[in-house]
Nanobody, 116 residues
Framework: VQLQASGGGLVQPGGSLILSCAASGSIFSIAAMGWYRQAPGQQRELVATITNSGRTAYADSVKGRFTISGDNAKKTVNLQMNSLKPEDTALYYC???????????WGQGTLVTVSS
C-alpha cells in the first residue's frame, strides 16, 4: 500500500486548509484511513480517522473544527480543517490500516503551518 498526501501549506490563524490522501497498491483490505500529526519535539498523535462504514473519530483538540471524509471505493480520505490555530502547526501524516495484515501504512507527511 502506498499513500500519497497533498494539500499542506501556510495559512493564517482562523483560516482553512484541505488535506487529501489517496491509497494505491493492494488497497482491497484497507479497513480505515486517517490523519495523524507530529509537531516539533512532540510525539505523533491521532487527528481523525474514518472506517469503511463511515464511522469517524476525532482528537478532542480538533472536534468542531476539522472534518474527515472519505471515498471507500477509491480509498481516498480528506481532512477539512477550519478555524486553524498556531498549535495546529505540524507535519500531517496520512494513515491506512490493513485488516488482513494488521499493518499500518503511512504517507510521506505534509506540512501545515499556521502563522500570521
Amino acid at each position: 500500500v502506498q499513500l500519497q498526501a497533498s494539500g499542506g501549506g501556510l495559512v493564517q490563524p482562523g483560516g482553512s486548509l484541505i488535506l487529501s490522501c489517496a491509497a494505491s497498491g493492494s488497497i482491497f483490505s484497507i479497513a480505515a484511513m486517517g490523519w495523524y500529526r507530529q509537531a516539533p519535539g512532540q510525539q505523533r498523535e491521532l487527528v481523525a480517522t474514518i472506517t469503511n462504514s463511515g464511522r469517524t473519530a476525532y482528537a478532542d483538540s480538533v472536534k468542531g473544527r476539522f472534518t474527515i471524509s472519505g471515498d471507500n471505493a477509491k480509498k481516498t480520505v480528506n481532512l477539512q480543517m477550519n478555524s486553524l490555530k498556531p498549535e495546529d502547526t505540524a507535519l500531517y501524516y496520512c494513515n491506512a490500516f490493513d485488516r488482513r495484515t494488521l499493518s499500518d501504512y503511512w504517507g510521506q507527511g505534509t506540512l501545515v503551518t499556521v502563522s500570521s
